[in-house]
């Protein structure tokens, strides 16, 4: 898939250098699941890339003017019954953040996720203080559907997470 700012392709091999560069950034990981806490290796990111399940779809994002990596996205948990799904993205490094990446990201998946997959609901959760990427999200067009208070272990505390979606209906997506 390509947008005017991000090409997303398959992970390959390579990519796991990039990935670990990426995710031993505390502001990178700052947001994301517990799985980017813990040292994370070229084998973790080699198994990450190799990994294989059904229930999901996983693209590497590179900047289109130059090529660069720039992060992963993907979908999860996908519901072919219900027809919804769960959309997922870190970018690093923070350089990369502020220019729209994320947020063209968000947009061909989402549609990727309803025009190719037959999804109706696309949904995500964030953490609390995650405000840079909550703007993303609702420029892409998702809306706050819940919160979810004191849901996560977070520094030392417990954090609320709050869900959003976007829906197949939606003029953004329907077009």
Not at 36 to 53: K, L
């Amino acid at each position: 898939m390509t947008g005017r700012l991000v090409r997303l392709r398959a992970l390959r091999p390579e990519d796991a250098e990039d990935i670990v560069r990426n995710v031993a950034d505390p502001e990178v990981v700052e947001f994301l699941d517990n799985w980017a806490w813990r040292p994370y290796s070229a084998e973790d990111a080699r198994e990450f890339i190799d990994r294989r399940d059904p229930s999901e779809m996983r693209w590497a994002i590179d900047r289109l003017e130059d090529g660069r990596f720039l992060g992963v996205s993907g979908l999860r948990h996908l519901d072919f019954r219900n027809r919804n799904c769960h959309w997922g993205i870190w970018l690093g490094p923070p350089q990369s953040w502020g220019h729209g990446y994320g947020t063209e990201t968000c947009r061909l998946i989402t549609r990727f996720a309803f025009r190719q997959l037959g999804m109706e609901k696309v949904y995500l959760a964030f953490y609390e203080g995650n405000e840079r990427g909550r703007r993303a999200y609702e420029k892409a067009g998702y809306r706050l559907e819940g919160t979810l208070p004191r849901d996560a272990w977070r520094d030392g505390r417990l954090v609320t997470s709050y869900l959003m979606a976007a829906y197949r209906d939606d003029p953004l997506y329907s077009e």
